[in-house]
């Protein structure tokens, strides 16, 4: 049975995820699966990535938001969704949290806040999987 997120898991999902980390991102494309390695910032059952708006991944997303994740000792499945450029008044809050633990790949040409096609690709988690010190969690995310 999946249990609602506690504090020792979010504790270990803020520890693992709540910097700048790799994670696979899992999208369907005509039935055939696409996956991809991003940079990514976990907060509150939410990943946030920076990204091309025209992007597969995003054109994959605009056809079917259901994803898939997968981190080390880490599985899940959630809702992407493109919330914007990062310069969006209603982004202020995340995005000057994404300049600085993005601060290292920020300023390249696909990240600049001058690019309109940057985008912010904000993945809410519906179910997971986390191994941590041996124990299995079965996390239902989509109760919080």
């Not at 369907?28 to 696409?34: D, K, L, S, T």
């Not at 981190?71 to 899940?76: Q, R």
């Amino acid at each position: 049975m999946k249990e609602k997120i506690n504090s020792d898991i979010q504790k270990n999902m803020d520890e693992r995820f709540g910097h700048d980390t790799l994670i696979s991102v899992a999208t369907i494309e005509n039935g055939i699966p696409h996956v991809r390695i991003v940079d990514s910032y976990y907060e509150d059952g939410t990943f946030y990535t920076l990204t091309h708006a025209h992007s597969n991944k995003m054109k994959n997303i605009n056809a079917n938001p259901t994803v898939a994740l997968c981190s080390e000792w880490f599985t899940a499945h959630g809702i992407g969704e493109n919330i914007g450029h990062p310069c969006d008044d209603k982004n202020a809050e995340i995005a000057k949290k994404l300049r600085v633990i993005f601060s290292d790949c920020y300023c390249n040409d696909k990240n600049k806040d001058s690019n309109p096609d940057t985008c912010i690709l904000c993945i809410r988690l519906t179910d997971g999987i986390l191994i941590h010190d041996g124990i299995k969690y079965e996390i239902d995310f989509s109760t919080n």
